[in-house]
């Protein structure tokens, strides 16, 4: 019901103190029960967790001696409609299919206004950091190691800008003395105005965020559990 709010006692521990667990437990296979859940609830009951950090997520001990995991704290939740469950579900589908067409219709129906001048590169470039979004999960140390590489791509891609600026303002100074060394003929003319950088996406849509979010604190997770997770597996499997 929506007037009534009840709570549950939990008696467990959080899901990152593994020295916890009982001897064999497969934490791989509790990463994977989590990720499980965190698919079904959004694509069978509309509901998002938006706050799945590991002081969120408890392991409790169960009758047959094994341990399952439980999400705490749904006071972050996004609910979805049946409508955005759908364009949802098409636009997972459509980043891990490559395809172009249903992306940006799934896009577009999720909230995303994008301006009319959007070309296949920058539709392109969108689609791959969605699919860096869902990859599979890495260890700690595999995963400080990838963002140490897209550190240094991005110091060598600024770089690269800055140099670029220098030799657009050096041609521009070497126009100019050209234009002052002629006489002043063209001194008269209006300058043209460059054209500023258009946006290609004007406004990001909150359920994006929410899902983004949320599934970036689960690859947290597991990455704070040293295990490798095929995370497109479950939610593309929910998704269909």
């Not at 700690?140 to 897209?150: G, P, V």
């Not at 359920?207 to 597996?233: D, K, M």
Request: proline share 5%; glycine share 8%.
């Amino acid at each position: 019901t929506r007037r009534v709010l009840t709570m549950e006692f939990i008696e467990g521990w959080k899901v990152t103190d593994v020295d916890k667990l009982p001897p064999g437990t497969d934490v791989a296979g509790l990463a994977k029960q989590i990720l499980e859940a965190w698919s079904l609830l959004v694509f069978q009951e509309g509901l998002v967790h938006g706050d799945p950090h590991p002081g969120n997520i408890f392991v409790e001990s169960c009758k047959d001696g094994g341990v399952r995991p439980v999400l705490l704290d749904w006071g972050i939740t996004k609910e979805l409609t049946p409508e955005e469950r759908l364009h949802v579900a098409r636009w997972m589908i459509a980043t891990l299919s490559s395809d172009r067409h249903m992306f940006l219709s799934a896009t577009c129906a999720l909230g995303f206004k994008v301006s009319d001048n959007l070309d296949m590169e920058t539709l392109d470039g969108f689609m791959i950091g969605t699919i860096f979004v869902l990859r599979d999960s890495l260890p700690a140390s595999a995963q400080a190691y990838l963002y140490e590489m897209f550190d240094q791509m991005g110091e060598e891609e600024k770089a690269r800008e800055a140099k670029k600026k220098e030799e657009e303002q050096a041609k521009q100074a070497q126009s100019d003395k050209r234009k002052k060394t002629s006489g002043g003929l063209c001194s008269t003319r209006k300058g043209k105005k460059k054209d500023e950088p258009k946006r290609m996406i004007e406004s990001i849509p909150g359920v994006f965020l929410f899902l983004q979010r949320s599934i970036s604190l689960l690859q947290g997770l597991c990455s704070s559990l040293n295990v490798t997770i095929p995370f497109a597996e479950p939610i593309l499997r929910h998704a269909m």
